[in-house]
């Protein structure tokens, strides 16, 4: 948990006397909800690459990564 505003959400707007904003302006990072679909994409595709069918034990048709 962070520490709450003390005002109505105005995104991207810090105000003074707020001790959350006050966090944000020292540097805290900001709440993430969920990972974005560039990042979602970029850790699937690396997961691709890294797969080893030998390792794995794949047949003759790899199916790793089929949805």
């Keep these: ?3 709450k505003h003390n005002h109505a ?3 991207g707007q ?3 006397g707020c001790p959350r904003c ?3 302006k020292a540097g805290a990072a900001p709440v993430t909800w ?3 679909r560039k ?3 970029a850790e699937r595709a690396a997961e691709i690459r890294a797969h080893d069918c030998n390792a794995a034990g794949c047949s003759i048709v790899c199916t790793f990564g089929d949805w």
């Design 39 to 41: 990042q979602q994409d």
């Design 1 to 3: 948990m962070t520490t």
């Design 34 to 36: 969920g990972k974005s």
């Design 14 to 16: 810090k105000f003074d």
């Design 9 to 11: 959400p105005r995104f």
């Design 22 to 24: 006050d966090e944000l």
